[in-house]
């Protein structure tokens, strides 16, 4: 992992998050999202898209004190305690959604930050001191639509602002195995492992098209709710500046990939 940023463009990232459960705990995932926050330094905002945020239409939260949503089940009560008080920031809401004209985009009032992003967040940046706003992902668009957004919202990398896909590569709740906590199933890390050969070459619209990929596919991906996440990040790529890093690709309990993707400016803008 780099130790510092050497521009003043802010890197993309996306986070494969996991159960919630990693807001509490310190592990290889929740140790890595620490080091990012560390290398990155304060950005001036952060915009994230996470898998757990799903609309008609696209929204922008807008607020400017965005509420901690607990938007889960059956945990311990400690997670429901945890609250992440990061400032929201309406002007940037208003600029993002200019730049995403003529798209419609609401400035939306009521959602805040749901655990895709302050599980993450509480790792990365404890202070809750940067201001943080979430983009919606609109379901009935296709996938080419949510990767040319990440497209229109590449200047704010040289505006300060960190961009953030938050799902998993491979998310398939409904085959998770207890009994291989450590690794994945085999047709889980071959497709973990083609994701990353397929971002490593600069081939990211192959991704756009992750409903042709195969058997694979359709077992990593049953919903894309966790997979369109990166298709924002993967359309705020500078493939003339940006370096790539993948962290911690490694599957668990199955069929859950952990790998996360970092884009590093390279250059100066």
């Known amino acids: 992992m780099k130790t510092t940023v050497p521009s003043t463009r802010m890197p993309a990232l996306f986070i494969g998050h996991g159960t919630p459960m990693n807001a509490l705990e310190s592990n290889e995932f929740t140790q890595s999202w620490a080091r990012l ?19 008609r239409g696209v929204a922008v939260t807008a607020m400017p004190r965005p509420r901690t949503i607990h938007d889960f089940g059956a945990f311990p009560q400690a997670l429901f305690d945890v609250r992440y008080p990061a400032p929201g920031d309406p002007v940037l809401a208003a600029r993002i959604a200019r730049l995403l004209e003529p798209l419609s985009t609401q400035l939306d009032q009521q959602w805040g930050l749901d655990h895709g992003t302050w599980s993450i967040l509480v790792h990365m940046y404890p202070r809750a001191d940067v201001p943080v706003l979430q983009l919606s992902m609109d379901l009935t668009q296709p996938p080419s639509l949510h990767y040319e957004m990440g497209e229109r919202l590449r200047q704010l990398r040289d505006e300060g602002v960190l961009i953030v896909g938050t799902g998993n590569i491979v998310h398939n709740l409904g085959m998770l195995s207890f009994a291989h906590p450590d690794s994945g199933f085999e047709w889980a890390e071959r497709f973990q492992q083609r994701c990353l050969d397929i971002v490593a070459n600069g081939d990211d619209r192959d991704l756009v098209k992750f409903q042709t990929l195969g058997a694979d596919a359709n077992r990593a991906i049953p919903g894309p709710d966790h997979f369109l996440p990166l298709l924002y990040v993967l359309g705020a790529r500078d493939h003339k500046d940006d370096a790539v890093e993948f962290i911690t690709p490694k599957c668990v309990l199955g069929s859950l990939s952990m790998m996360s993707i970092a884009l590093w400016p390279s250059a100066l803008p």
């Open 37 to 55: 926050g560390e290398c990155i330094g304060k950005p001036k905002a952060i915009l994230v898209v996470s898998a757990h945020w799903q609309t």
